[in-house]
């Protein structure tokens, strides 16, 4: 079962390996607008290879826009860097080895091969932006692979957000 977040509340925690060996950490994290967490399937897909690619190309815009970024998918290490080498992901932070409970706990959803080239198990993509304070502020959760938020767009709707203090909106939902 997934679990729906809901907006303008606490996230769940989040503290995971990259490939540059730092770490990531949502409690650390200190952007100026927010931090975009974007969770991908994983190297055996090629809707994540695309996505990643447009995420990226726009990686320098949106963290001039005071964003940072992360793409982190439940694959062992060795596969999130084949992702970031042979989908040339230099722009990005990618994080590796999400567990299936931490998934979950982010309301995304859980899905097992349906042929040999994918991984066993693993998540299907979500988006989210995360305020400094660690509320959450959009999410976007999908259970296929080829729904997705359009980048660029979203890119476009930062001066709303940022300058025009729009609020997180779904705040009502139990």
């Known amino acids: 079962m997934t679990n729906k977040l809901t907006p303008d509340t606490k996230v769940p925690a989040l503290n995971v390996q ?40 726009l990686a320098s815009a949106y963290e001039t826009a005071g964003f940072n970024i992360l793409a982190l998918s439940m694959n062992p290490a060795d596969l999130a860097q084949k992702s970031a080498d042979e989908w040339e992901l230099s722009n990005l932070t990618i994080g590796y080895g999400l ?15 349906i042929k ?17 304070d660690g ?12 729904a997705r938020p359009d980048l660029e767009f979203l890119y476009a709707k930062i ?8 609020p997180a909106r779904g705040t009502k939902t139990p």
């Open 135 to 146: 509320r959450l502020y959009l999410a976007d959760v999908s259970n296929m692979p080829w």
């Open 18 to 57: 990259t490939l540059d060996g730092t770490g990531w950490n949502i409690a650390e994290q200190n952007p100026q607008n927010f931090s975009m967490v974007v969770f991908y399937r994983g190297y055996h897909c090629p809707v994540c290879k695309s996505y990643l690619g447009t995420l990226n190309r």
């Open 99 to 113: 567990s299936e409970e931490t998934a979950v706990e982010w309301g995304l959803y859980i899905s097992t091969a």
């Open 116 to 132: 040999e080239a994918e991984a066993e198990t693993f998540c299907e993509p979500g988006l989210f932006w995360v305020r400094p």
């Open 159 to 166: 001066p709303f957000a940022v300058e025009n203090k729009y």
